[in-house]
């Protein structure tokens, strides 16, 4: 039984903001129904994005509604509050943030009060100072960025099968991808497959028309994989007329024109921008002791270091490795640890609560898989490497056993099945971006959207 009443915080709705909740709606269950605690989740969305499932989303092998898990569904047991965090002063235990209905109440920001505070607000993209990079690139963090990047692919391939200049027909048909991480070759090797499908159904537009290119700053990509299956990757993606270019830089995409560090051009109307991740701002704003990489300094137990009451786990947090062999090392910013974390986070608040004793957060990474289309995969598990399409197998049957809830589980194998039995569907939705375009311009209102203002080149 909990001391006293106890208010706790999650900041964030991701991985570890779910995860963290769920686990404390069961390990507080008694608590939570004599009111003993409360738990209060606050997240800029109303859904967890499960990310690895955002290419095949991209792809169109999986429905955009199954990628997402909805918040108020799964964390019945809590308050869900959609807004974002805006400061946090720890020492006075209270947390500035704005909500939907912030603007239009014109009272200014709210104020909320806890007693534990979990800070999971994850990561944004780590954008340089590249010229044209914000007017032209779209980024592949979030399912509306995977949606709104497979309608563009469709109706690049739409304008260049129906232009009568080869110039923009050449722009069309150039997908330029930046990071060679797991986001960039995903994406790329997804959307080509699908992109390559599609053109069969285009009676002028070929697949060897379409030029892909992986720009990467280092000598490898996917590095999680280890260096042999990256080289494998290299090779795989080349043969398929992929223009992967290693130790090189995107130094401009203005005027819709891809300028690369060997001095390469490419007239593109798509650059797609994964080369990195980076803290969220929130942390910034809060009391909190921060590492030089402007994460959160914690514990092996999951806490704020030199901090009560105050926990943090997943991309936000510098979390020790004590599996190990080099001291100071810390545990990768990625899902494999952010989903184990949470449960032991969720473990040691209730602990905590309980006066009990708090428990180590300890996990050696397993390896890694990643999907390189359809059939198509390289895999570095336990020390095994796999290729093709033994490693793209593992690569859906782990993540199915990883997407949360019986029931996204169900629909995501569904849709495979239907799949395996049906042909694609390459329709581009674009207009969706744009709901009220068609009504206004019956009503006599706006004009459609001029495409030399659309950041992405949509219609």
């Not at 429905?63 to 809590?78: E, N, T």
């Not at 359809?374 to 093709?388: E, M, P, Q």
């Given at each position: 039984m909990v001391k006293e009443r106890a208010r706790i915080l999650i900041v964030g709705g991701g991985y570890v903001g779910m995860y963290t909740a769920l686990r404390l709606q069961r390990k507080l269950k008694p608590e939570l129904k004599r009111g003993e605690v409360e738990i209060t989740v606050v997240s800029p969305e109303p859904y967890m994005t499960y990310q690895p499932f955002l290419p095949e989303a991209a792809a169109g092998s999986i429905?955009?509604?199954?990628?997402?898990?909805?918040?108020?569904?799964?964390?019945?047991?809590?308050r869900i509050v959609i807004g974002e965090v805006q400061s946090i002063d720890h020492a006075k235990r209270t947390a500035t943030l704005t909500t939907l209905a912030t603007e239009e109440e014109g009272a200014g920001p709210v104020q909320i009060t806890y007693d534990e505070l979990v800070l999971a607000p994850g990561s944004i993209s780590r954008a340089l100072p590249v010229p044209g990079l914000a007017d032209y690139a779209i980024g592949f963090k979030t399912v509306e960025e995977a949606i709104?990047?497979?309608?563009?692919?469709?109706?690049?391939?739409?304008?260049?099968?129906?232009?009568?200049?080869?110039?923009?027909?050449?722009?069309?048909?150039?997908?330029?991808?930046?990071?060679?991480?797991?986001?960039?070759?995903?994406?790329?090797?997804?959307?080509?497959?699908?992109?390559?499908?599609?053109?069969?159904?285009?009676?002028?537009?070929?697949?060897e028309d379409m030029k892909w290119i992986l720009v990467e700053a280092s000598n490898r990509i996917l590095p999680e994989v280890g260096e042999e299956m990256g080289k494998y990757t290299v090779t795989q993606l080349r043969r398929?007329?992929?223009?992967?270019?290693?130790?090189?830089?995107?130094?401009?995409?203005?005027?819709?024109?891809?300028?690369?560090?060997?001095?390469?051009?490419?007239?593109?109307?798509?650059?797609?921008?994964?080369?990195?991740?980076?803290?969220?701002?929130?942390?910034?704003?809060?009391?909190?002791?921060?590492?030089?990489?402007?994460?959160l300094q914690c514990t092996p137990q999951l806490t704020v270091d030199g901090v009560t009451h105050a926990w943090a786990a997943g991309d936000a947090a510098a979390v020790p490795d004590v599996t190990a062999a080099e001291p100071d090392k810390e545990t990768a910013p990625n899902a494999q640890h952010a989903v184990r974390q949470a449960r032991?986070?969720?473990?040691?608040?209730?602990?905590?609560?309980?006066?009990?004793?708090?428990?180590?957060?300890?996990?050696?990474?397993?390896?890694?898989?990643?999907?390189?289309?359809?059939?198509?995969?390289?895999?570095?598990?336990?020390?095994?490497?796999?290729?093709?399409?033994?490693?793209?197998?593992?690569?859906?049957?782990?993540?199915?056993?990883?997407?949360?809830?019986?029931?996204?589980?169900?629909?995501?194998?569904?849709?495979?099945?239907?799949a395996g039995l049906f042909k694609r569907e390459i329709v581009s939705l674009g207009s969706l971006e744009h709901p009220r375009a068609e009504f206004e311009l019956a009503a006599g209102g706006k004009p459609p959207l001029d495409p030399k203002l659309d950041p992405k080149g949509s219609s």
């Open positions: 429905s955009p509604r199954h990628v997402v898990v909805p918040l108020r569904r799964v964390l019945d047991q809590c709104g990047l497979r309608n563009h692919v469709i109706e690049q391939m739409d304008i260049a099968s129906s232009t009568r200049d080869p110039a923009i027909r050449d722009a069309a048909l150039t997908y330029v991808f930046v990071g060679g991480g797991y986001a960039g070759v995903e994406a790329l090797g997804e959307l080509e497959d699908m992109a390559r499908y599609a053109a069969r159904y285009y009676h002028n537009v070929r697949p398929r007329n992929i223009d992967v270019r290693l130790e090189t830089r995107l130094d401009s995409c203005a005027d819709r024109v891809a300028v690369l560090s060997d001095g390469a051009r490419f007239p593109t109307r798509t650059v797609v921008w994964t080369a990195g991740v980076k803290p969220h701002p929130i942390l910034a704003a809060t009391d909190l002791p921060l590492n030089e990489r402007g994460r032991v986070l969720g473990d040691n608040i209730a602990h905590s609560l309980r006066d009990e004793a708090l428990e180590t957060y300890s996990h050696k990474y397993v390896g890694s898989v990643a999907s390189l289309g359809l059939h198509k995969g390289v895999a570095h598990v336990y020390g095994r490497k796999l290729k093709g399409y033994p490693a793209w197998f593992m690569h859906r049957v782990y993540h199915l056993s990883r997407v949360p809830t019986f029931n996204r589980k169900a629909r995501v194998l569904a849709e495979w099945t239907l």
